[in-house]
């Protein structure tokens, strides 16, 4: 990935923004794993190496091991069986191992990452993710959720200093992973839409030129929907780099606004319900697909059929609110203060700007129809059913996902526009 030229475009940002990242080098293609140790060598990591993987990552990326003895590295390794969920505890037992390193390697996704990327940031050490499978856009963040006490919170971490994956080993990984990451990866239209609302209404800074990245990258992914299921190289690659950019961007605009909206806060909503009680919360990507699809059909559908809006402020019932969430949740609920969002927008404001927020859901968001199809080409799930989400589950999820996001979304004003979010899902 040319990681100087995209900085390069961005200089002299138009939206009067410097924009910046810490990671150095990526670097997706084939042979990539083969060359691991050079890559690292020549980015100045340390020879003593700190290598988490987990079974299925560290046989499937064999010669990233073989590539680090050949460059001379001295390998610690961390081998979990199967790491699931990114708990405190698993962070705490990569630091344990950090004492005589340079720096740490994560071979894997997810999970494995986050752990390392809090370790790192903890130590100080040099980082860096060889990404087994393209499933999430987390590989380039800089926070790393992770669950305590059943409770999952962002805890703060580094950007790698370097990205490498395999188009080979990519390619290779299953389809339920690519697939989520190309759900992960529709969801930009939703998050940039919420972002140009917040703009419009509370004069939110707003960088173009990083949407346009973002989007640039999500529309060549598309393009390569029919490949995804099959071992194609190309279309993982693709789906590979699009999930890097979309870390990146995040970093450039300081901001999680071009990679999630509505549908990331929906998706959440499902995962915290979930996971207080113990069930498995399903792969981000693949939830957030189907709360892509949701959402993106009830904004739609918003726009289509509300023509005129008479905003009028609302005081919204708190413990109607709180009773959605378990009391473990309701702190963070507090904090997040989402019942302000009704007195921070001015209604005349709102009236005003409708038209231009409709056409710009009518435009730039994708056609229901042609987004099923898009994920279906591509091997995603789009009902609520495939991840496990029952009709009581999307409702709540639906109605009350607005107080797990402290940034604007367009669903937290529609108490102030007198509309019911389940009139519009169909
Ligand atoms: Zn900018
Ligand atoms: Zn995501």
Redesign the pocket.
Known sequence: MDLQGILKRLEHCPCGREHTVDTKVVEIGRGVAARTGAILSDAGFGKRLLVVADDNTARVARAVFDSLAASGFELKKLIHSNLLYARAEGVAEVLALCGDVDGILSVGTGSLNDICRVAAQKTGLRFAIFATAPS???FAADLAPIIENNFKTSWKGVQPDVILADTAILAKAPTELKAAGFG?MV?KYLGIFDWRVANLLLGEHYCAAIADLTMESVRRMLSLADKVTGEDEEAAGSIMESLVL?GLAMKLAASSRP??GAE?AV?HYWECHKLSRGLWPEF??KK?GVATVLMNRIYKNVAKRVEKITPKPVVIDRERVYAAFTPAQIPDVEKINAFAFPDKVDPALLAEKWPEIRAIALDFLPDDAELLDLMHRAGAVTEPADVHVDAALLEQGLRYHPYMKSRLLLTHLFPMMGLDIMDFVN
């Open positions: 999430m856009d987390g992960d969801a979309s990679a999630s990331h998706s981000h990507g957030v």
